[in-house]
């Protein structure tokens, strides 16, 4: 019989329902662990997916610097490609090992500026090559800055990516990176806050027995104008034409036999004219001192008619070069 009695707590809720009362919570009661603070003007936001556009980007600056690197110091380096990160600055800095080079680059024609990283392993591993070395022994840098022929050749290291980068750019957007100054210290190199995101990649070189990185970092918000391009899918470089292909479109055009008509006069005319012409009749026709040759209707040379070793024939005074889709000239293959 017991087990059919209400508790207290069961008959304050049924008042509680009854009355309309609602019920209210201590202070005490609430987790404050459980609540956390939102700052809508925050750059700390979710970046997801990926960017196939910075990936071709990626994939055409480690062509490009390979062959670049090569005509500095003349060795190929083999080069792989780090993936896209979306991170916090200062999780960006954690990773690189100071001292190192810092480059601080302006993005142009965006607004921001980026760095280019490079490790003092891959820095003197370059120098090593440049001097005839076979990159067998290794250089620390801790405790000294660089030397000035250090700097100078850091100074064409940098020279060599930014324009290899921008050649990357090219059919995309129109982006180049524009040297500012160099820093050895993290603190110096602020390009943006601490909490601020920024998009950074990484490629690893190999130069003989050394191996060196390359880093670079762009505020997430400097690339927001052209987020849409970088999120959209190309097909690779199906930006930049298949010269191959255009040139082997060009000889089978140029291979290829066409008529060539050339209309000397005309005269108009109506059906009952036409109607009533009869055998030695005469058309009256206004010549004209040159003529069009076309081809499929197209006007493609200006002649000249006249006889030539006993035969009709016309010399071309100049060619029609149009600009129409129906001229297939030099300028349109």
Not at 107 to 124: N, Q, Y
Request: hydrophobic share 40%; net charge negative.
């Amino acid at each position: 019989m017991n087990q059919h009695i209400l508790s207290q707590d069961e008959v304050d809720a049924l008042l509680q329902g009854i009355t309309g009362e609602s019920q209210k919570l201590d202070a005490e009661e609430v987790d404050n662990t459980a609540i956390r603070t939102y700052d809508i003007a925050s750059q700390e936001r979710i970046v997801r997916g990926r960017m196939p556009t910075m990936e071709i980007i990626n994939e055409r600056f480690a062509r490009n610097i390979r062959i670049g690197l090569f005509n500095l110091i003349r060795k190929s380096p083999e080069i792989a490609i780090g993936s896209i990160k979306v991170q916090k600055y200062s999780a960006f800095l954690r990773e690189i090992v100071v001292p190192t080079n810092f480059n601080i680059v302006s993005v142009r024609p965006l607004r921001g500026s980026g760095l280019i990283v490079c490790d003092p392993t891959l820095v003197f591993a370059v120098i090593d090559a440049l001097f005839g070395g076979a990159g067998k022994y290794h250089t620390r840098i801790e405790g000294r800055d660089f030397s000035p022929t250090e700097v100078r050749i850091i100074t064409r290291i940098v020279e060599v990516i930014t324009a290899e980068y921008k050649k990357a750019w090219q059919g995309i957007y129109p982006l180049e990176l524009e040297y500012q100054r160099s820093e050895m210290q993290p603190q110096f190199a602020n390009i943006a806050t601490p909490s601020e995101v920024v998009v950074a990649t990484s490629f690893t070189l190999e130069i003989g027995d050394t191996s060196g990185t390359i880093h670079f970092c762009i505020p997430y918000a400097t690339l927001e104008p052209i987020r849409d391009i970088l999120y959209s899918t190309m097909q690779g470089d199906a930006v930049e034409p298949d010269r191959r292909w255009v040139n082997l479109m060009k000889e089978q055009i140029q291979a290829a036999e066409v008529e060539l008509v050339a209309e000397l006069a005309h005269a108009p005319a109506t059906v009952e004219q036409l109607l009533a012409l009869k055998a030695g009749d005469f058309i009256e026709l206004d010549m004209r001192q040159s003529v069009e040759a076309k081809v499929a209707g197209v006007p493609v040379l200006d002649c000249h008619y006249g006889i030539s070793n006993g035969k009709y024939a016309l010399k071309v005074n100049k060619l029609l070069t149009g600009t129409s889709k129906g001229w297939i000239g030099a300028s349109n293959v």
